[in-house]
């Protein structure tokens, strides 16, 4: 079945610095991808997204790459913020049995020391 | 105002009690999703609804029971909580085109004792 895969965490990082982190899926057909960030205490919000191969995502710095021929869809950021302090999930689009839901990876811990 | 409600925040109860969460929307859209987050898990769906005749089970439906009232409100009840069933829960919504996102609320914290 489809599923994404992301690095482990927790990540830890200092101000400045440069941030990956992986995330690999499989699935059929032509998924779209997104990652997602849940700062403490709240809810996901939806950070960036790709709907075909090639495409890229970018919002706050932040971009990820859809690359279908290693089947990964990264996120970078140059220059991570103390604010940048969250989960970050990585996410596709399941359209198996007629149904569209997402499908969701684990989920990194991120924290940026100033 | 927040466009995804969710209550309550919080709820502690004990092993074989009822648990109802509820979740409204402002949004206006059609489709509906209870997702549950354990740590190092991600979120897990557990039931969804595309329109108010529409309920579909998810990944991990054992347990749980929903009730779509209407286009805004969709309700997760817990018929018999056990303490495995402690997690945060999530509402979400989205429009019909799966390439948009899902909106989430803010999260019930449920304990089970």
């Known amino acids: 079945g489809n599923s994404v895969t992301q690095m482990e965490g927790p990540v830890t990082l200092s101000e400045e610095a440069f941030l990956t982190i992986n995330c690999t899926y499989t699935?059929?057909?032509?998924?779209?991808l997104f990652w997602y960030v849940q700062y403490p205490g709240e809810g996901l919000q939806l950070l960036l997204k790709a709907t075909k191969a090639d495409d890229k995502g970018s919002n706050k710095g932040f971009e990820a790459t859809y690359r279908k021929e290693t089947t990964s869809f990264h996120l970078e950021k140059g220059s991570v913020q103390v604010s940048d302090s969250a989960v970050y999930f990585c996410a596709l689009s399941d359209r198996r049995g007629g149904a569209q839901k997402l499908v969701f990876g684990q989920g990194t811990r991120l924290t940026i020391n100033p | 105002d927040a466009d995804v409600t969710q209550t309550p925040r919080n709820r502690i109860t004990k092993t074989g009690k009822r648990i109802m969460l509820e979740c409204s929307q402002t949004k206006g859209h059609d489709r509906m999703y209870w997702y549950r987050q354990d740590p190092g898990l991600g979120l897990r769906l557990i039931y969804y609804s595309f329109d108010v005749k529409d309920i579909n089970k998810g990944e991990i439906s054992d347990g749980y029971s929903v009730s779509r009232q209407a286009q805004a409100k969709f309700s997760l009840s817990l018929e018999s909580a056990i303490p495995n069933q402690t997690a945060l829960y999530f509402c979400?919504?989205?429009?019909?085109?799966?390439?948009?996102?899902?909106?989430f609320g803010p999260g019930t914290r449920l304990t089970v004792l």
């Open positions: 699935a059929t057909g032509y998924p779209s």
């Open positions: 979400a919504t989205s429009d019909v085109d799966i390439r948009n996102e899902q909106f």
